[in-house]
């Protein structure tokens, strides 16, 4: 089955209003986005997983996202399968959102250490903490950043020091 993209938008925003003592104002704020869409107008990606509200525990140990064809992971539609049960052979991940859910209790390691990692945001065997309430998004633009079947592309996450309630939403082709 064909799956056709109606709309998308990856964005983010920062902005703050900070004043100091002696009356100084410092108002910012910057917003950046991309809509993926390719010279055509047609968008670059056209498969999406969203593992939502997910339960990470340390007692589970490493959820390995096989970032390639998902491997047995389950989101509901079987194993495998994405959020539409289409099944996946990604060559390129678009965009990425990685988030450590406030209510969480530990630390959410990204980890590149394992074979056949990906590095697309990290280098190999390197690792990022994200605390309670953080979050790491990377837009990868048209292009994407690459994917392949046995060496480049597992997604290895764990939880350290307490459980995590993690978010992990990508677009690939």
Request: proline share 1%.
């Amino acid at each position: 089955m064909a799956v056709t993209v109606n709309r998308a938008r990856v964005s983010f925003n920062l902005g703050c209003k900070v004043t100091s003592s002696s009356g100084a104002v410092f108002d910012f704020s910057k917003s950046t986005g991309s809509s993926l869409r390719n010279t055509d107008g047609t968008f670059a990606f056209d498969r999406i997983l969203a593992l939502e509200d997910y339960s990470l525990t340390t007692a589970a140990g490493n959820l390995d996202i096989d970032l390639y064809d998902l491997g047995t992971l389950d989101v509901g539609s079987g194993p495998g399968d994405d959020n539409l049960g289409q099944s996946h052979a990604n060559s390129a991940i678009h965009a990425i959102l990685i988030e450590n859910a406030s209510s969480s209790v530990g630390d959410l390691r990204i980890d590149t250490g394992a074979t056949g990692s990906w590095t697309g945001i990290l280098p190999a065997s390197a690792t990022l903490d994200l605390d309670a309430a953080s979050f790491i998004q990377c837009v990868f633009g048209t292009t994407g950043k690459a994917v392949a079947d046995t060496t480049n592309h597992i997604l290895r996450l764990s939880a350290q020091g307490g459980d995590c309630t993690i978010n992990v939403v990508f677009f690939s082709s």
